[in-house]
DNA sequence: GTATATTTTTAATGTTCACTACAAAATTAA
DNA sequence: TTAATTTTGTAGTGAACATTAAAAATATAC
């Protein structure tokens, strides 16, 4: 045998010295993360989280860091890029009519997902706040805007590349649709069904189709 | 003279016997109003209502009972059908159009209105909540989905007398200017300019023109 | 084995929360 | 005047909040 060997996890990196965590940091956090959404920033208790987490305080605190902290790594992990539905939808290769379709509709289901809270965590968690959470507010304000802003991206690279009209206005038509959008979350979180939402989309994709036609001067 | 007289106040009513009130019951309630507006329920404290009242916590509770009740209270308030928007809208006389219009310009308007908190207080001051506060939630929904009702009603009526053609789908069509008023007040609240809002109207203006030719078979 | 490092559980900590007891103040009624 | 009534300001109350101190437990390193 060789020289003295080191302990390894399952994936053969070195393990850590110390007692070993009993959970499973990323289960965690998506746990952490659901009661966030449900009950946003301000409405949840440290209560709340370390019984969904299956832990006691200084277990989320020695992981974690504090309220705050967890709850921006939640919001980080809810809005990765690979999970995402905005960001994939607007990164869809093709037409950008199926790229905002695919927002849409892609949305209004995860917004209806029966395994999950109802309506977007970015919209919903941290709308109404005291002035000590005014950082979540804002770091959940410049996401929504980070979306906003992909979206004007995407329909200016159609405009570029003839998929849009010229004359369509681009910051507007952003607009419109992301306010469509926020209104999903709305009313995803009062009980609407996957149909009253699809309904929903249907309307504002006639509504493109009628907008770009008439911009295309038909 | 006549007989032993009675105290009136300046309405000519009976002034109560005892130490009179030093504030005046309305404007403090439009005081809680603003800040619960501001802040939500949840993020408001009754420091932040005593401030704001410019009373001390006994009076506060003397006039209207409780944080919960003074919140229900402003929500009444802010609500009144002399005061709310989408009900002014909704019932003027006239097209179905105009009314409609009056629903989404009016309400873009009131939302960045600089007099007071930006988007609407029965859209963005209970949407997350703990359990606790679960009774506002539902509150607010009902409110929200008492708008949306009148806004059926409304174009029901219209279908009834010719004003929408027999083919439109009232509920879909509800649906969707519903979802893009709550998005206007989410917009509002993230900053955005009367411009910008009343740019989202237009599209959504733009849209039911045609939805409603096209039914018509045009 | 012994030392070191890390997480665990238990049990607190100080702070902030909504709310209230109490007595002085201000009014009407007789 | 005196009694009755109501609101006021001061100064609390207990409960719930996010956070942590301390020591036992569990792992690696040597």
Same mark, same amino acid.
């Given at each position: 045998? %060789?020289? &003295?060997?080191? $302990?390894?996890?399952?994936? @053969?990196?070195? =393990?850590?010295?110390?007692?070993?965590?009993?959970? /499973?940091r990323?289960?965690?956090?998506?746990?952490?993360?659901e009661?966030?959404?449900?009950?946003?920033?301000?409405?949840?208790?440290?209560?709340?989280?370390?019984?969904?987490?299956?832990?006691?305080?200084?277990?989320?605190?020695?992981?974690?860091?504090?309220?705050?902290?967890?709850?921006?790594?939640?919001?980080?992990?809810?809005?990765?890029?690979?999970? %995402?539905? &905005?960001?994939? $939808?607007?990164?869809?290769? @093709?037409?950008? =009519?199926?790229?905002?379709?695919?927002?849409?509709? /892609?949305?209004?289901?995860?917004?209806?997902?029966?395994e999950?809270?109802?309506?977007c965590?970015?919209?919903?968690?941290?709308?109404?706040?005291?002035?000590?959470?005014?950082?979540?507010?804002d770091?959940?304000?410049?996401?929504?805007?980070q979306?906003?802003?992909?979206?004007?991206?995407?329909?200016?690279?159609?405009?570029?590349?003839g998929?849009l009209?010229?004359?369509?206005?681009?910051?507007?038509?952003?607009?419109?649709?992301?306010?469509?959008?926020?209104?999903?979350?709305?009313?995803?979180?009062?009980?609407?069904?996957?149909?009253?939402?699809?309904?929903?989309?249907?309307?504002?994709l006639?509504?493109?189709?009628?907008?770009?036609d008439?911009?295309?001067?038909?």
């Open positions: 045998m %060789s020289s &003295t060997h080191r $302990a390894t996890d399952a994936t @053969g990196q070195p =393990r850590r010295r110390g007692r070993p965590r009993a959970f /499973d990323e289960t965690a956090l998506r746990q952490a993360m009661v966030f959404w449900e009950r946003g920033y301000e409405g949840t208790r440290l209560t709340d989280l370390v019984q969904a987490m299956r832990m006691n305080p200084p277990s989320l605190y020695g992981a974690f860091g504090s309220k705050e902290k967890l709850f921006r790594e939640a919001v980080e992990f809810y809005n990765s890029p690979d999970r %995402s539905t &905005t960001t994939l $939808a607007l990164e869809r290769p @093709g037409p950008v =009519r199926d790229a905002v379709e695919a927002l849409l509709r /892609d949305n209004a289901r995860a917004y209806v997902d029966p999950t809270p109802h309506g965590l970015v919209v919903l968690s941290a709308i109404s706040y005291s002035p000590e959470s005014e950082g979540l507010r770091l959940l304000r410049s996401l929504r805007e979306d906003r802003d992909r979206l004007r991206a995407r329909l200016r690279a159609a405009r570029a590349d998929g009209p010229g004359s369509v206005d681009v910051d507007r038509l952003a607009s419109f649709l992301m306010s469509v959008l926020f209104g999903l979350s709305i009313q995803a979180r009062d009980g609407a069904t996957l149909a009253e939402l699809d309904g929903v989309v249907d309307i504002t006639a509504s493109w189709d009628h907008l770009v008439t911009a295309r001067g038909g």
